[in-house]
């Protein structure tokens, strides 16, 4: 096993692989509004269906159906313990400090202070190939804000 | 230029090629004695696209060096001496599959000649190519059939086709074992039926088709055959006479070739009739502002300036392959195969598609890692040098079928080693343990 490999799947990304946090997708009954957003990875198939319920400024729920690898299905399951309880405003923000990081080819280590957990996918941007499956349910997560913002 | 007419020689059926033999071959392929991530480059990825050995790489570069001019126009020396190397690598080509060299029509890849086929059948129905093309016309009332395990290449052009016409889609299921429900077919392949198109070797399941019958069935009821052969005609001594089909396509780049080339065969009757696909320069004989007259085949598919060095390329390459022996490449293939399906089967959590151990089948392997989605498969292999495809392999619907969205596939072709599998067999071993996937 090189370390590539090691710093590609770190045990906490192994972990929320299997543990999927915020699955399964749920209809949001909470006040405010929510928005839905579906996303596919043609290339291998990756789907995510990512539902975010927004009240008062600030995303009070992330529930999601997904099928994919590793690295998209602990990306997603990351994201949603990270986002639930912040300002809206300050997730958008995460998913722009999240995509850069992403789009580094290893330039950029993620800020742990910033990202929490989700720093763990830093090793990810260097294998280009899988940048799209890291990204996928944040972009998922974009959309449904979006969508829920009307 | 000289067309020369004389059967190909193959090399009598026998027990195959010989690990001594394998490993010279493989100095041929500079690529194969590389390294990927600080290990030796295992290659099983050959039905995505095969490697090439020096002899393709040097012939077309000796076209540009030595004879790089437009074919079949001008009459310096240097035109006539492209169009002469030209129209030996469609007759190469074209003994490679025992087809005559007017039956031989170069394409892109084999998409483009399935595409061929659909829009000239389109244009029939349209009234194009008059009278002699009404056997290619399909419309409402009328039925293709194709199998639920094509590649998305000979499923869609038939898709748009049937959208375009009115005609009715129909597909031959596959059963649990990777084969088709040939009892089925009787209900499906009816008189309104036009066209019957499948894969010789399917590229997920590895099953290799029984072309005679399905030939059989279309021809009872008078409907033509197109037979994908992109994972038969590299790896199978393949005679399309013997094989009784109307059109077969087949990729240059699976088969030692460069990409951006490949070939429709089709009997000439056939192809003298059909309206062209793709029109333009080069496939005229008069033309005037309202009209033109088009060539035979195959000249008549082949408009606007073609692909020379990759044709002659794909000359080099059927003639590496002729002089190793297609019948030594299946021996050899089918002992990889086989030792691919056994060893797999023998790892905990893992299900391989198609014919089961034992039962025919062509060099290649899909499998699922029970609870290790196929990328991360890929990843794990990539790391130990171990190249092998990771998706759909453009088969969604027979992915669907079996229940799942993406497997992970090792394909091999004539350069792999048994060593090389049993590292593969040793490296799949190992991913369930290393993403925690034991029970």
């Known amino acids: 096993m090189s370390t590539g490999l090691e710093q590609l799947y ?23 509004r929510s928005g839905e957003s579906r996303q596919l990875n043609p290339v291998c198939g990756d789907e995510i269906t990512l539902r975010a319920g927004v009240a008062d400024g600030t995303v009070a ?42 789009r580094s080819r290893g330039r950029i280590e993620a800020d742990e202070e910033v990202l929490g957990d989700a720093a763990a996918f830093s090793g990810v941007s260097r294998f280009p190939a899988r940048v799209k499956c890291a990204m996928l349910a944040w972009v998922a997560l974009e959309e449904s804000l979006l969508a829920a913002n009307g | 230029m000289p067309v020369v007419e004389t059967p190909v020689t193959l090399t009598p ?5 010989t690990d001594a033999e394998v490993h010279r071959i493989r100095n041929d392929f500079p690529i194969l004695g590389t390294e990927v991530n600080g290990k030796p480059l295992i290659y099983l990825d050959s039905g995505a696209t095969s490697q090439n050995p020096l002899s393709v790489m040097e012939a077309e570069q000796e076209f540009y060096e030595q004879r790089n001019a437009a074919v079949h126009r001008g009459a310096h020396t240097l035109a006539v001496d492209a169009t002469e190397a030209y129209e030996d690598a469609r007759t190469a080509v074209a003994r490679f599959i025992g087809a005559r060299t007017n039956e031989l029509v170069w394409t892109s890849n084999a998409t483009e000649g399935i595409n061929l086929v659909a829009y000239a059948m389109s244009n029939a129905a349209l009234g194009r190519g008059g009278a002699a093309a009404r056997r290619f016309a399909v419309g409402p009332g009328d039925n293709i059939v194709v199998t639920e395990m094509e590649h998305h290449a000979n499923l869609i052009p038939w898709q748009e086709l049937a959208a375009r016409t009115g005609a009715e889609l129909r597909f031959l299921p596959v059963g649990d074992d990777g084969s088709l429900r040939l009892e089925d077919a009787a209900a499906i392949i009816t008189p309104s039926t036009r066209l019957v198109a499948f894969s010789h070797a399917s590229n997920v399941l590895g099953t290799i088709n029984p072309v005679g019958e399905l030939v059989q069935l279309a021809r009872a009821v008078g409907a033509l055959t197109l037979l994908d052969a992109c994972q038969s005609v590299p790896h199978l001594p393949v005679d399309v006479k013997d094989l009784g089909v109307d059109f077969l396509v087949f990729s240059g780049h699976k088969m030692l ?70 019948h030594h490449i299946e021996a050899w293939e089918s002992r990889l195969g086989a030792r691919l399906v056994e060893g797999l089967g023998a790892i905990e959590g893992i299900r391989v598609l198609g014919p089961a151990a034992g039962l025919p089948r062509i060099g290649l392997a899909a499998f699922d890692v029970d609870g290790v989605h196929a990328h991360d498969v890929g990843q794990f292999l990539d790391d130990q040098g171990i190249a092998v495809r990771v998706g759909h392999h453009c088969a969604q619907p027979l992915h669907r079928r079996f229940g799942l969205t993406a497997t992970t596939r090792a394909s091999t072709y004539l350069y792999n080693t048994t060593d090389e599998v049993d590292a593969f067999l040793d490296a799949v071993a190992q991913v369930r343990p290393f993403f925690g996937a034991q029970r």
């Open chain 1, 10 to 32: 770190q045990q906490i990304i192994l972990d929320h692989a299997k543990a999927r946090h915020g699955s399964p997708l749920r209809e949001y009954d909470g006040a405010g």
């Open chain 1, 61 to 102: 729920s992330v529930t999601w159906d997904g099928a994919g690898c590793a690295i998209s299905m602990a990306s997603a399951s990351v994201l949603t313990d990270l986002v639930q309880g912040l300002p809206r405003d300050e997730v958008i923000s995460l998913v722009d400090a999240f995509r850069e990081v992403m």
């Open chain 2, 13 to 17: 059926a026998s027990a195959g090629l």
């Open chain 2, 257 to 326: 070739g460069p990409t951006g080339i490949g070939a429709l065969y089709g009997r000439a009757e056939l192809l003298n009739a059909m309206p062209p696909f793709l029109t333009g320069g080069s496939m005229i004989t008069t033309v005037t502002m309202e009209r033109a007259e088009y060539l035979p085949s195959p000249n008549r598919f082949e408009a606007g300036t073609q692909r020379i060095s990759q044709a002659i390329a794909l000359g080099a390459a059927a003639n590496y392959l002729s002089e190793t022996g297609m």
